[in-house]
């Protein structure tokens, strides 16, 4: 078992971390809120009064936090703790973030003889608690290989996506897509209820139909039409609209910089910022259905 230093206990690192202490690792916390750290040690893990010292002597130093700004600062900036880490230790940043800072703390732990991977996840808060998340990773191929010792303890499926940063530009790209056929998929049922179908029986139609996708199959944005899904409970749970729109932030950042063409991004962007704007932020982001509501 590994000696894990795991620095963001919030909502998905909360329960990563305790899943690492219930299969044994040594795990020690560092959080910038004392309520966050108070619920992971109750779970039996150690904790640290700086990210300095929980990444002392640590095997793996895990990170699930905010934004590309707070990835930088604790590695390379203000919290600086690269000089902490030891020379065998993996980094494993889980955050969604932007993939330049993502290469850039790549490059900036490298120069001191660091190795790192950056390993977003898709799964969201149930996902996290029940140790079930997808890890898409960007790094060298021994990195990822290392990685499994503990990424396997938190999710079901691991993928190797590329040089470092790939795994932020896969993530981006499925969530892009996610919004698009969400926001498709409402489109096209609120159609049809404005034309007096049953929207039970018009995605029983297009699950058998060439509309099939993701959302009709396991995530129909109608609600009443499928049970514990976010739409049947007044859209609550899931993957906040304010995820959402930043991950399509991000994409557009990545798309910008590859000088992409992504009109539908821009454009699922351009709406989830308006349904955020309009007080949804909170909502799962299948709550894009009410926008086509008469
Ligand atoms: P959160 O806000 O609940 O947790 C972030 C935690 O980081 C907080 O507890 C905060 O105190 C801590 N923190 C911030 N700066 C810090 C620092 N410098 N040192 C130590 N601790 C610090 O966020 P979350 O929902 O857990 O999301 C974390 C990341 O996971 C984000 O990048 C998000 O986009 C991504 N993500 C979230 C979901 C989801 O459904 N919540 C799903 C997939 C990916």
């Not at 971390?17 to 959080?31: E, Q, R, S, T």
């Not at 698009?180 to 297009?206: F, R, W, Y």
């Amino acid at each position: 078992m590994a000696k894990v230093a795991f620095i963001g206990l919030g909502n998905m690192g909360g329960p990563m971390a305790i899943n690492l202490v219930k299969a044994g690792h040594d795990v020690i916390a560092f959080d910038l809120s004392a309520a966050a750290l108070a619920q992971v040690a109750a779970e039996g893990a150690k904790v640290a009064n700086s990210a300095k010292e929980a990444v002392a002597g640590a095997d793996y130093v895990i990170s699930m936090l905010p934004a590309g700004k707070h990835v930088l600062a604790l590695y390379l900036g203000e919290q600086g703790i690269a000089g902490a880490i030891s020379k065998q230790a993996l980094v494993i940043d889980c955050s969604t973030i932007d993939a330049d800072s993502a290469r850039k703390v790549g490059t900036g732990l490298a120069e001191q003889g660091i190795a790192f991977i950056d390993a977003p996840v898709s799964g969201g808060v149930g996902g996290a608690k029940a140790g079930t998340l997808t890890f898409i990773i960007g790094g060298a191929a021994a990195d990822f290989v290392n990685a499994k010792t503990v990424l396997a303890d938190m999710g079901k499926n691991l993928f190797h996506a590329g040089v470092i940063g790939a795994g932020q530009v896969a993530k981006i790209c499925n969530n892009m897509l996610l919004s698009i056929l969400m926001a498709g998929t409402s489109e096209a049922l609120q159609m049809g209820v404005n034309n007096g179908l049953d929207p039970k029986i018009l995605s029983d139609i297009m699950l058998k139909s060439s509309g099939r996708n993701w959302t009709l199959e396991l995530y129909n944005p109608c609600p009443g039409v499928m049970p514990n899904v976010p739409s049947s409970n007044e859209y609550q749970g899931g993957f906040m609209v304010d995820l959402m729109t930043k991950d399509l932030g991000l994409a557009l950042e990545a798309a910008n910089q590859s000088s992409s063409s992504t009109p539908l991004g821009e454009l699922a962007h351009s709406l989830y910022v308006q349904h955020q704007q309009a007080g949804n932020g909170k909502l799962d982001f299948s709550s894009i259905f009410k926008m086509f509501e008469k």
